[in-house]
């Protein structure tokens, strides 16, 4: 699968001239580093990612505009590979990663992860040079109307490394499943490990059961982080209380357009403006977790 992917890729970007702006923007990043409660984030400077920062995601707006993730609605020069029948892996235009991919369903269904997670975690399988991610429909997904993971290039986000030299205190197992909660507020960050990824989504099943699921919603506000190494699979649960936070929508100078998702929550802020790169530090960082992330009991 990896390989049929670099393949993918080269053709893609040797055809879609979108796309192979946008990655070769990537080289010229600006990029800085955050300690927050002594914990390091990094935070990434990334006009393109304005598309993704500043949707609207109401349920107007979702029903005036057109699909961007449905077949008929996407570029002509976007290709991809299927996955298990109902899949297509392709390639996103507006990347974060050096490589960065978009799996998206085959039908327009909504955005909902209980029936997707073994499909999640053998992605994270088959994708050993990626890490796979979703994103919950108030959770930063900017097509929460059309079911979608993505995947990104391994080890580019903080946590896939510094959860293991965090405190970490187990509440709760599942066969050869462990739960562990990491000692890094205020992010809250749950960690599913398991050698089996039958035990692994029945863990994350129970997680999921009890969360709580604010009026109206389907599912509990979550973003997920997915990989494999050849022990198991890792799953980082990041559990949500609010969309975005208050300085997404504050005016003037205190405005700072930040919609964090799975990426933010793994340890990347991105800031599509310049001058919010500019002036964010670890007292904005922490604010806006504190805001996000859930700190509760299961």
């Known amino acids: 699968m990896n390989e049929n992917i670099r393949l993918l890729t080269e053709q893609q970007l040797a055809t879609w001239e979108t796309a192979r702006r946008n990655y070769e923007a990537l080289a010229h990043v600006q990029l800085k580093e955050v300690d927050v409660r002594g914990v390091r984030y990094r935070v990434q400077f990334n006009p393109a990612r304005i598309v993704s920062s500043a949707a609207r995601v109401d349920d107007r707006s979702l029903r005036e505009r057109r699909c961007f993730l449905c077949p008929a609605n996407r570029p002509s020069e976007q290709q991809g590979i299927p996955f298990r029948g109902h899949y297509q892996l392709l390639l996103n235009p507006f990347p974060i990663f050096p490589r960065h991919l978009t799996i998206v369903e ?46 990104g290039s391994r080890s580019f986000m903080p946590i896939e490394s510094q959860w293991r030299t965090l405190g970490q205190t187990q509440i709760d197992t599942c066969s050869t499943a462990r739960l562990l909660r990491l000692d890094d507020a205020p992010r809250h960050t749950l960690v599913i490990t398991s050698p089996s990824a039958t035990d692994a989504a029945q863990l994350f099943r129970r997680v999921y059961d009890a969360l709580p699921v604010a009026p109206g919603e389907e599912e509990p506000m979550l973003n997920l982080l997915a990989l494999y190494e050849p022990a198991g699979w890792t799953l980082f649960v990041f559990p949500r209380r609010k969309h975005r936070p208050s300085c997404y929508f504050a005016e003037g100078d205190a405005r700072l357009l930040c919609s964090p998702a799975s990426v933010d929550l793994g340890g990347v802020f991105i800031l599509p403006r310049e001058e919010d790169f500019l002036r964010i530090g670890s007292h904005e960082i922490e604010e806006m977790l504190n805001e996000v992330c859930w700190e509760g009991t299961l």
């Open 106 to 151: 085959d039908e327009h269904t909504p955005q909902r992860i209980a029936t997707r997670v073994d499909d999640m975690l053998e992605l994270a399988r088959l994708l050993t040079d990626y890490t796979v991610f979703y994103n919950g429909p108030r959770c930063g997904a900017s097509a929460p109307d059309h079911a979608h993971f993505q995947a």
